[in-house]
């Protein structure tokens, strides 16, 4: 993939440390010619980011709280002042409160249902209306990440799936509006991974095992491809390709029930 993204540049938003998914795509981005900006939320995760963002040849990191308009006003007026245009953005943010990920959804709070909403999905187009100034001119790319817990019940994902309906939903209505000026705007759907947001999840572990023995593949996605995947939809090869849920899952999303030998 080398020179795909050569003379691109964009923002990367949600790497935690260096098995995030986000960091995953970055790596992917920069090895693929892209100059990549990241935004972070505190100084612990500033910390771990530091040297990841250095090991890409990038100095510009921002602090950003996603549920602050202030504070997002201020990262993209810097990113527009480091850069007038950027190519693509990279939107790797969820959040909800680990305890209300297990037991029954019937129980979930009306705070932490709002909170799971903001966080993971309206945030996405909150960025999206900030990043539409500075891709308006040559178009560009809106990336996000999903899971198939939208369209399946998913024990202990809960109100995370509905939060990624909306986000899915939100895709594709994003990619409509934002056609007519080349603006792409797709999801990434990898299976279970083990990143530190994965292990938020109850049962990860077996989760993570039963995918790798069931999906046609015999195999969970891994970094590598789920950042080939950014690659391309960032890149000219990707410039037909607008409002999909791209599934990097081994196939897994495939099946009806486990393979024989496993059931």
């Known amino acids: 993939m080398a020179g795909q993204l050569q003379g691109k540049r964009g ?11 986000a960091w995953g795509i970055a790596k992917a981005m920069a090895e693929a010619g892209a100059e990549l900006a990241f935004t972070y939320q505190g100084d612990a995760f500033g910390k771990r980011l530091e040297p990841l963002a250095a090991s890409v040849g990038s100095d510009f990191m921002v602090d ?12 993209f007026d810097q990113l527009g002042a480091r850069w007038p245009t950027i190519d693509f953005l990279v939107h790797a943010i969820a ?7 297990q037991g029954r959804i019937l129980n979930t709070s009306r705070a932490n249902f709002k909170t799971s909403l903001d966080i993971s999905a309206y945030s996405f187009i909150d960025v999206a ?13 809106l ?11 998913t024990p202990n994902y809960n109100v995370m799936g509905v939060a990624k309906a909306a986000l ?3 895709v594709r209505y994003l990619a409509n509006d934002l056609g007519p000026e080349a603006i792409r ?5 990898p299976g279970p991974m083990k990143t530190l947001a994965g292990a938020a999840i109850g049962g990860a572990r077996k989760t993570y095992k039963h995918t790798d023995q069931n999906a046609p593949l015999r195999s969970n996605a891994s970094l590598e491809a789920v950042g080939g995947t950014a ?12 409002g999909e849920i791209i599934r990097v899952d081994g196939g897994f999303h495939v099946l009806g029930m486990p393979q024989y030998e496993h059931l």
């Not at 923002?11 to 998914?21: Q, T, W």
């Open 11 to 21: 923002l990367i938003m949600g790497v935690a440390n260096e098995r995030s998914i």
């Open 64 to 75: 950003v709280d996603v549920t602050d308009d202030a504070s997002l006003d201020t990262a």
């Open 95 to 101: 959040f909800s409160d680990k305890s209300e990920l």
């Open 129 to 141: 209306r900030r990043a539409h100034p500075l891709m308006v001119e040559n178009g560009g790319t």
């Open 143 to 153: 990336l996000t990440l999903t899971y198939m817990g939208s369209t399946r019940v």
């Open 168 to 170: 899915e939903a939100s």
């Open 185 to 189: 705007v797709n999801a990434i759907s």
């Open 231 to 242: 690659v391309y939809l960032a890149s000219d090869a990707g410039a037909c390709t607008t």
